[in-house]
Nanobody
Framework: VQLQASGGGLVQAGGSLSLSCAASGRTGSSYAEGWYRQAPGKEREFVAYITRSSDVTYYADSVKGRFTISRDYAKNTVFLRMNSLKPEDTAVYYC?????????????????????WGQGTEVTVSS
């Protein structure tokens, strides 16, 4: 599975941005797709995930109510709509695909389940 993230950019605090993650290759082999981010000088952190088939979503507390993850099966693309952006949302955002099944709620917030990663797209939120 190859993942291509796009849509990053510079936005003012309070603004919105939409990220896309286009998948190619054996896309049907993944059980979930997720978004992670890494801010300068910080460790990578979970943002959101969406499961395949059932489209169950799960969010980090820091983005809950502001970000929405969704997918378009026909386009093999996962989206992350980000509203009410804050300067602390500034980071490189990565999409990832998990080939292992996990039924536990919140399970896919653990990055070791993801084998495939996109190249990242940079989001900068100015105050």
């Amino acid at each position: 599975v190859q993942l291509q993230a796009s849509g990053g950019g510079l936005v003012q605090a309070g603004g919105s941005l939409s990220l896309s993650c286009a998948a190619s290759g054996r896309t049907g082999s993944s059980y979930a797709e997720g978004w992670y981010r890494q801010a300068p000088g910080k460790e990578r952190e979970f943002v959101a995930y969406i499961t395949r088939s059932s489209d169950v979503t799960y969010y980090a507390d820091s983005v809950k109510g502001r970000f929405t993850i969704s997918r378009d099966y026909a386009k093999n693309t996962v989206f992350l709509r980000m509203n009410s952006l804050k300067p602390e949302d500034t980071a490189v955002y990565y999409c990832a695909a998990a080939p292992l099944y996990c039924a536990t709620v919140g399970c896919y917030s653990q990055d070791f389940l993801y084998d495939y990663w996109g190249q990242g797209t940079e989001v900068t939120v100015s105050s």
